[in-house]
C-alpha cells in the first residue's frame, strides 16, 4: 500500500525535531477522519492549473525540460499538443518516455513547501475518437490552441501515466501507482477552498474554536484558525494554554460537490455544540 | 550567432498572419535601439526567482521531472541542494546530466506567451572555496535550507552549464551558448519595470503619445500605452487612424542601476518633444 500520506523520512541525518519541532498533543477527543490519498492529491493538482514542465530526452539522451500546457482525459491522463519545430516536441517523436511536474499556484511563502505532483510514462499519439477526445479537451483547457493545434508541425500526445509521486510539502509525500491515479477522483471543493478558509476566519472564529474543542483534541484551546479544507475535513491551528498547536477534524461524509464546504462546516459547527453541551 | 532574438519559424504549416496579424507599418523615424539577447534574457530570468524544474535521468533512462529551489552563481551558474532520499538526488548521484527550467512567475493570461529558459548542462559537486560559495548563495536565496543544508543526506549541486534555450513568448525564442550565457548580465531593472510601467500609463500619458509620434515611426499616434520596458528601450501599443499596432524605442544609453527606468524615460520624453518641435 503505497498510496497513503506519510511522514517525512525518518532517516536524515538530522534530529527530526529540526524540521518538526513538537507542539502540545491532544487531551481530549480527536476525529481526523479520513485524508485524501496521494493519487487524490495527484489528481487535484492536476486538475487546478493548464501549464507544466515536461521533461523529456535529448537526441543524445540528455534530460531536457520545457513548458507545456496541458489537458487533462477523464482518467487524467494529461494531453500535449507540442510543435515538432521545438526541442520537445522532436524528442517525444524519438523517445516517447516522458515525465510532466504539475506545480501548484505559487501563493508566496516557501516554494518547497507547495504541492507538486511529478507524472512519468510513456507519450502516445491518440487515434480514433481519442483524437478528437484528446483535441478538443486541449482547445478547451488552452483556447489560443484552436489557432494552431490544427497545423502539420503540431501533434497531439496522451501521456500514458505509470508512475505518480505526489509531494505536499515539507513531510507529506508518496507515491501512487497508475490504476490509483486514474481511478481517483479530483477534489470537488478545491477551487472553492480559499474563500471558504477566508470567510471561516473572517465571520466563524466561534465555530472553528468549538470545532478545536470538541474533536481537535484540544478542549482548552483559546482559539483556532482554519488553514486548510478539502473534501473530507478541516486544518486548523489552535492556541491552547500549552502552546499553539495543529489540529485536523474529518466532516461526518466526503463532501461530492463543489459548493459543499458550507453544508460541512455548518454541520460539523452543530455537532461540535452538542458535543461541548 | 544565435544569440539574438529570431522571429517565430516561418515553416509552421500554416499562413504565418494566423499567428501575427499584420499591423500597420511605421510611416515615420523609427529608433528601436539595441534589444536583449536570449544571453540576458535568460539571465533576467534566472534572476527573478528561486523555484524551477529539474529534470534528471531515472536508473532506468527514463526523464524525470522535480520541483526545486536554486540559488545563481555570480556567472549564472544555478546552484542546488537536493535530498539523496529524494528521487532526483539519486539520479543526480548517477548520472549528472540534467537541465533547469525557470519560467517568468505567472501574470495571469496565456502561461505559453510568457518566458522561461532551459538551462541544459551538468551538475558538478562543488570543492574547495567553492562549495562554501554555493553553500551560501543557496541559503541566501532559500533561507529554510539553512535548517537542512548541512545534513548528510542533502547535497550540494552547481549546474554548469553547457546550453541554453529561451523562449520569450509566442514569435520569440533564441538560442544562446554557455560562453555568452555566463557573460551576460540580468537586466538591473527587471525588479522595477511592473511599478515603472503603471506609472508611465497612469501619469505620463502625454510622454509615451510624444515617443511614438516623434520615435515609434507614427506620427499620426492618437495614444500610446506602454506594455514593456528593459535596460535598452520601452515597449508601446500604438493606436493610430490606420490602426492598433507596436512599436519599440530604444533609449539613448543601455540602463546601468536599478532605479534607472525614471531618468531614462525623462531624457526619452525630452528628446522627442525636440524631435517634433
Redesign the interface.
Known sequence: MTDTATSF?T????PAE??NPPMPEPIGPTHEGRRRSAAEEARTLVAQT??A??????ED?????????YATLADGSPVLCV?L?A?HGRNLRADQ?????V?E??RGG????SG?V?L?GVAQRPTGTLEATARDAYVQA?P?AR??A????FSLWVLRVDRV?W?GGYGRMDSADAASYRAAEPDPVQGQTAYAIAHLNADHADALLLMARAFGGHPDALSATCTGADRYGIELRVVTPRGETRARIGFAEPIVEPDGLRGATVELTRRSRAALA
Open positions: 523520512p532517516d536524515h541525518a538530522a529540526v524540521l493548464n501549464v514542465t515536461l521533461a523529456t530526452l535529448s539522451g540528455h534530460p531536457w525540460g520545457s513548458l507545456v500546457s510543435s519545430l526541442e518516455r516522458a515525465s510532466l511536474v506545480a499556484p505559487a516557501d516554494p518547497l513547501n507538486r511529478t512519468a488552452h489560443p489557432l494552431y490544427g497545423f502539420g508541425d509521486r509531494v
